[in-house]
């Protein structure tokens, strides 16, 4: 390769410690291994799973790690064996990597194989501005999807993987719980599934009336509301929060014989009501990954049945990441989706 020291060189920004994180040069790969890609990262989507990672509550995560796995970019090398890229695609990254080998990698299940881990959470993620990664981890962007909507298909994928786990019918009742991010893609997909009555439950304001106009049929404040709904009116419920007060609601508001999703992370064991669960004789359902659906999830947001543009919020430069980071951590009520952009 032609390019001095000076070209091989690239900034990261690494998660450090409790709330902590800093900048600095790194060398870059000098060479690939077969079938390896260097991504140029354009755009970094920050998750409420990256603060949690830095408060250092998940378990999964030990510092010194780049975060970020919400990543679009565009290919910068292929190496040997890459086929199916060139140089200059635009691209978005499914950050999970499985062994590639056994049962549940084969069957396309890569997120069930014991061995998988995720760039950004377990791997060195794209707080960075290249990032090598298999090129099966690549999936090309219509040029109708900017890089910082791509971000989101990440955080789309899994609430499509949720979706299809549900078995939904026109015109039934739903509820999603919780108004962050996934909570409002949710909303979009359950109204594109045929969901009659969608409401979304919250606590913000701001993103409760986002979720109208991206299609919530009625929203509720849970500070104005402690029972926002009759008891025994829901199909179908999603748990987007992951409380131990979500999940009890969660069971409340749903009928006899209705289905609950479970998406939210509690990070610690929380008190469930068994006995109602089987009285009502409801179906428990858990999601994480679906790398099945990313396909779909790109021809959604292309046609536009699911909206990201009116979820993000703010927009940074990837110098001021860690100024990005600080934003989403103390300002809840004004950031739904916080975009970082490499220049
Ligand atoms: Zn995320
Ligand atoms: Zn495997």
């Known amino acids: 390769m032609n ?31 077969k079938d390896q890609v260097e991504v140029r990262i354009k755009s970094i989507g920050i998750c409420g799973t990256d603060l949690h990672i830095m408060e250092g509550h998940t378990g999964f995560s030990q510092p010194p790690l780049p975060l970020g796995h919400e990543l679009a970019g565009v290919v910068e090398r292929i190496g040997d064996g890459v086929v199916k890229w060139k140089v200059g695609d635009r691209v978005c990254i499914d950050p999970l990597i499985g062994c590639g080998k056994c049962q549940e990698c084969l069957v396309g299940h890569k997120h069930r194989c014991r061995e998988s881990g995720e760039i950004g959470l377990q791997f060195p993620g794209g707080w960075q501005e290249f990032l090598v990664m298999p090129s099966t981890n690549l999936y090309k962007l219509p040029d109708s999807i900017s890089f910082a909507e791509a971000t989101q298909a990440e955080t789309i994928h899994c609430c499509l993987g949720g979706v299809d786990k549900l078995t939904i019918q026109l015109g039934q009742n739903v509820s999603v719980i919780g108004d962050g991010p996934t909570g409002l893609y949710y909303v979009q997909l359950l109204k594109a599934a045929g969901a009659g009555k969608v409401s979304l439950i919250g606590m913000r304001e701001k993103r409760l009336e986002l ?7 009625a929203m509720f404040n849970l500070r104005a509301h402690a029972a926002p709904l009759a008891a025994e009116t829901e199909d179908i419920v999603i748990d987007a929060a992951g409380t131990e007060s979500s999940l009890r609601l969660s069971i409340e508001l749903l009928k006899k014989g209705g289905q609950l999703l479970l998406f939210g992370l509690p990070g610690e064991p929380i008190l469930v009501d068994i006995q109602t669960v089987v009285l009502k004789e409801l179906t428990l359902l858990g999601s994480t990954n679906a790398p099945q659906v990313w396909l779909r999830v790109i021809e959604m947001m292309a046609s536009g049945s699911v909206q990201v543009k009116p979820l993000i919020t703010q927009y940074y430069e990837f110098n001021e990441l860690d100024k990005a980071v600080e934003f989403a951590r103390n300002e809840p009520d004004e950031v739904v989706k916080v975009i970082v952009n490499h220049k």
């Open 3 to 33: 390019g001095g020291f000076e070209a091989m060189q690239k900034q990261i920004w690494e998660w450090t410690g409790y709330n902590a994180m800093t900048t600095r040069t790194t060398e870059r790969e000098r060479s690939l291994e």
């Open 211 to 217: 979720g109208i106009r991206l299609g919530a049929d």
